[in-house]
């Protein structure tokens, strides 16, 4: 079964840091990139980018860039999302998504099941 | 920048009804169209992609139309596990940007 398992929920105070994972089973997880999805509170999706597990080149969304970076440890099949410094405002759900292609296209078919982030102090 | 605009922001529908949710982009994007379900508390699930291909497992009441800029995701009859919040999401460029989202409640 084709699954991605995600670190527990955290909580933290504004200037920390914070690295969460997400740890692919089930596939050779270095052939498909792997998106990472923020939700604030009651609000929509935003795609933050993504990482390609296989030499670990990276895009970033405009809106996270410089804020965030995306690491992966092909090793032991593991995704990161790591933050320097938290605010307030990073406080969300995160989920990490497998991204499938299709032709020029592409999918997000497989998602963890979140971590839940807390900025507060 | 691609936008994607969903309409409408939240419709309520009875079990049974047929319903249908638009999705325009800012700039065409050929059929590079997702459609994803979310229920409360869970991780979003992917429907279609390429605007009209189901997912495997998918039931056959959805389906998805469109190309270059205006798409629809319709549900053909309306059952009680339907009841989420949908997405499009287009995959033509980067940033790979959602819709706001679009709310099924129960009438």
């Known amino acids: 079964e084709v699954q991605l398992v995600q670190s527990g929920a955290e909580v933290k105070k504004p200037g920390e840091s914070l690295r969460i994972s997400c740890k692919g089973s089930?596939?050779?997880?270095?052939?498909?990139?792997i998106n990472w999805v923020r939700q604030m509170p009651g609000k929509g999706l935003e795609w933050m980018g993504r990482i390609d597990p296989s030499d670990s080149y990276t895009n970033y969304g405009p809106s996270f860039q410089g804020h965030v970076t995306f690491s992966a440890d092909k090793s032991i099949s593991t995704a990161y999302l790591q933050w320097s410094s938290l605010k307030a405002s990073d406080t969300a759900m995160y989920y990490c998504a497998r991204q499938s292609y299709y032709g020029s296209g592409s999918y997000h078919d497989c998602w963890g099941q979140g971590t839940l982030v807390t900025v507060s102090s | 920048d691609i936008q994607m605009t969903q309409s409408p922001s939240s419709l309520s529908a009875s079990v049974g009804d047929a319903v249908t949710i638009t999705c325009r982009a800012s700039?065409?994007?050929?059929?590079?169209l997702n459609w994803y379900q979310q229920k409360p508390g869970k991780a979003p699930k992917l429907l279609i992609y390429a605007a009209s291909t189901l997912q495997s497992g998918v039931p056959s009441r959805f389906s998805g139309s469109g190309s270059g800029t205006d798409f629809t995701l319709t549900i053909g009859s309306l059952q009680p596990e339907d009841f989420a919040t949908y997405y499009c999401q287009q995959s033509f460029s980067t940033p790979r940007t959602f819709g706001q989202g679009t709310k099924v409640e129960i009438k």
């Open positions: 089930g596939y050779s997880f270095t052939s498909y990139w």
């Open positions: 700039h065409t994007i050929s059929s590079y």
